[in-house]
């Protein structure tokens, strides 16, 4: 099946800092998403982008489907945006399930 | 977004008790809806798709007996863990999908549930 790598697995930086996560997939895919686990386990949608660029605020994203990568950038960080940033991608074959990565674990420090 | 409500959040139950947990969309209808297990700094794991108004779709290694799921209408599925047993003590994740205009699908999270069993 589809396999889907982070990097990096873990990441401390100091706020007001800037960041790139990378999320690796080994096979087409329907739909990409990134999510933020903040400490207390709610998982909180950042971007549904199976291809493309968008930007929220200080958060962005790109997918670049025949690449099969996808990043989030985090720029000027918050101690707010600690927590663990999961990559999840649905595949385009018949298999529905959403298929995630491990993850990356940010600390911000103040 | 949606929405999607998930409880309780947290809850301590005694070793062979039951407990249920709750998943609803608020605003929109969902005729499936998932439930992961997220073990301490694990990704999640998912242990069965729910299926409105018929059975659940247990993934390999999940007991049904263990984990009943109810999806009795189109905006609540529910979560029983049966005779509970410390090793049962986890984080519990529902979901919920949306469809897009392309036919694609994208998820939503209730908060969880951080269940203890003494």
């Known amino acids: 099946g589809i396999q889907v790598e982070q990097s990096p697995p873990d990441l401390i930086l100091q706020e007001g800092a800037n960041s790139t996560l990378r999320c690796n997939f080994s096979?087409?895919?329907?739909?990409l998403q990134w999510f933020h686990q903040n400490p207390w386990g709610q998982l909180i949608n950042l971007f549904y982008?199976?291809?493309?660029?968008k930007q929220n605020g200080r958060l962005s994203a790109t997918t670049v489907a025949t690449e099969r990568y996808s990043l989030l950038y985090i720029s000027s960080s918050q101690t707010t945006d600690s927590g663990v940033y999961f990559c999840?991608?649905?595949?385009?074959?018949?298999?529905?399930?959403?298929?995630w990565g491990l993850g990356t674990s940010l600390a911000v420090n103040p | 977004g949606a929405v999607v409500s998930q409880h309780p959040s947290r809850v301590i139950c005694k070793s062979g008790t039951s407990v249920k947990i709750e998943c609803r969309s608020l605003?929109?209808?969902?005729?499936?809806m998932f439930w992961y297990r997220q073990f301490p700094k694990k990704s999640l794991m998912l242990m069965a798709t729910?299926?409105?108004?018929?059975?659940?779709?247990?993934e390999q290694g999940v007991e049904k007996d263990k984990f009943l799921i109810n999806h009795a209408s189109l905006t609540l599925s529910t979560l029983t863990v049966t005779s509970a047993h410390p090793e049962d003590s986890s984080f519990y994740i529902c979901?919920?999908?949306?469809?897009?205009?392309?036919?694609?699908?994208?998820?939503?999270f209730g908060q969880g549930t951080r269940l203890t069993v003494v």
């Open positions: 979901s919920a999908r949306i469809r897009d205009t392309t036919g694609n699908t994208e998820a939503f």
């Open positions: 605003d929109f209808q969902a005729t499936t």
């Open positions: 729910s299926n409105e108004g018929s059975k659940a779709t247990y």
């Open positions: 096979d087409s895919v329907n739909n």
């Open positions: 982008i199976p291809s493309g660029t």
């Open positions: 999840a991608v649905v595949g385009s074959g018949n298999n529905r399930k959403l298929i």
